[in-house]
């Protein structure tokens, strides 16, 4: 995601989970595919700290095993000046936790068909 229009759907009409490290929101959308967004702020730390920050994010949810079942949506994770200091493996953690508690497609056997 890049538009401020989708950022602002996500933050007023989704919902929320919270962490140490990082907040999620995430609003359902009619779209095919799973959209993210990252947002740090100037209390995480300088330019450099933030863009590492996002980078780490894009791979840990690259690489999250649950992606493929996820709703389409659109997802942003606001990092808390917290995961400045915080290891790789504790964000990862915190991170796939989040995920995982995001709503999933039902089921192939389940769907209506045509």
């Known amino acids: 995601m890049r ?20 907040s999620l929101h995430y609003h359902s959308t009619e779209k ?35 992606r493929d079942l996820l709703r389409p949506m659109d997802i942003v994770v606001h990092l808390k000046p917290a995961s400045a200091n915080a290891e790789f493996t504790t964000l990862v953690e915190e991170l796939e936790g989040l995920l995982a508690t995001l709503p999933r497609q039902e089921s192939a056997t389940h769907r209506p068909g045509p």
């Open 32 to 66: 095919q595919d799973v959209r993210l967004g990252i947002t740090a702020s100037r209390k995480v730390g300088k330019a450099v700290v933030r863009h590492l920050l996002k980078r780490r994010v894009r791979e840990i949810f690259r690489r999250f095993a649950g």
């Open 3 to 22: 538009r401020r229009v989708d950022f602002q759907r996500c933050y007023r009409r989704g919902r929320k989970r919270h962490g140490s490290l990082a």
